[in-house]
Structures are given as structure tokens and as C-alpha cells.
């Protein structure tokens, strides 16, 4: 089973900058298209940001202009370069996959389980 492993979350001040990384631990990376999805207290997880296994790149109206994502499949790693952070922009993120854009879009994921994520707090 496939494993994935969120990082590079933190406290930071708005309009500060962090950078995710996200590895998976096996599986053959590079078939599948990936997501940076986000969950707040109280409300569902959300899409953020798809990266096809192409290189296009899909963001939600939220975070356009702000965030960058990107893969490195040698690494069997996905990134999510966010700046100029909001205080709206503080929850949990995770990643993960699927075969199907589509399904990544949608949120519904099956390249690996479901990680711990990785907490980002943007706060003054």
C-alpha cells in the first residue's frame, strides 16, 4: 500500500510563504495525476491545487496566483509552493492521487491512504 507523507508546514505570518512536500513511499508515481487538498475544522476537505501526470496544472479560484504546485517523479514527490498567505488559508493539507484526473478533481483518491497531513497555521 502506498504511503504519503505530508511536510514543510508551520506557523507563519500573513503574507509569508511556505513550501509542502508531499512523498510517496512506492507505487509507480509518475502514472498518476496528484492533488494538494486542505481541511478546516467543521467542513469537508477541499481541493487546492492537480498536477496531471503531464505537468498541467489545475487551482481552485481561492489560492490562483498564490500557489504553485509541482512534481519531481524521481523523487515520488509532490510540492506546494503558497505565498502570500491568508489567515483563511490555515488548515490541514494532505495529498494524493488517483489515475483519473477527473477523480482527482473530484476528490475521489486512490493512489495511496490517506496521510496525517501537515498543519498550516497562518497567523499574526
Known amino acids: 500500500q502506498v504511503h504519503l507523507v505530508e511536510s514543510g508546514g508551520g506557523l507563519v505570518q500573513p503574507g509569508g510563504s511556505l513550501r509542502l512536500s508531499c512523498a510517496a513511499s512506492?507505487?509507480?508515481?509518475?502514472?498518476?495525476?496528484m492533488g494538494w487538498f486542505r481541511r478546516t475544522p467543521g467542513k469537508r476537505r477541499e481541493l487546492v491545487a492537480a498536477i496531471s501526470i503531464g505537468g498541467s496544472t489545475t487551482y481552485e479560484d481561492f489560492v490562483k496566483g498564490r500557489f504553485t504546485i509541482s512534481r519531481d517523479n524521481a523523487k515520488k514527490t509532490v510540492y506546494l509552493q503558497m505565498n502570500s498567505l491568508k489567515p483563511e488559508d490555515t488548515a490541514i493539507y494532505y495529498c494524493n492521487g488517483d489515475r483519473s484526473l477527473r477523480s482527482v478533481l473530484e476528490g475521489d483518491v486512490s493512489f495511496g491512504s490517506w496521510g496525517q497531513g501537515t498543519q498550516v497555521t497562518v497567523s499574526s
Open positions: 512506492v507505487g509507480i508515481f509518475s502514472d498518476y495525476h
